[in-house]
């Protein structure tokens, strides 16, 4: 099957294999789009160590845990996540995440959104369809 064609299934009526579709990409700290609705965008990430402190103005994020394990620090309070485990972070609040080992988690937040928010970083990446 071609890229296009693939992406073409994966995007419009296809099931997406999380497993199928982390095997595609080694990448850290660049989310992958594999899916979206109603103007929200499902993506994978690979995360490792830690990432920049910030905040998206106009948009709730949420984490989704599915391998290795995710601390979400906000101002007075950290948020432990293990797979099988989500938070939404509301829109203003700074988060920062950061990834004990390899973490394979899954966003689910408005198309369009920047993985740095606010922040303009060395981290700052573009999101591309896997
Ligand atoms: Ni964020």
Redesign the pocket.
């Known amino acids: 099957m071609s890229t296009e064609a693939k992406h073409a299934s994966t995007m419009n009526h296809g099931k997406v294999s999380l497993a199928e579709a982390f095997a595609q990409f080694d990448e850290q700290w660049s989310p992958k789009l594999v899916g979206e609705l109603n103007g929200q965008h499902v993506k994978l990430a690979k995360l490792e160590g830690e990432f920049v402190r ?1 905040r ?1 103005d106009d948009a709730d ?1 949420l984490f989704l845990v599915l391998n290795g394990h995710l601390d979400i620090e906000l101002d007075e309070e950290t948020v432990a996540l293990d797979p099988g485990e989500f938070v939404v ?1 509301p829109r203003g609040v700074e ?1 920062r ?1 950061v990834a004990d080992g390899e973490t394979e988690v899954l966003l689910f937040e408005p198309a369009g959104t920047e ?1 740095t ?1 606010n922040v303009d970083s060395e981290r700052t990446a573009d999101v591309e369809r896997l």
Do not use: K, L, S
């Open positions: 910030h998206h994020e972070v988060h995440p993985n928010g």
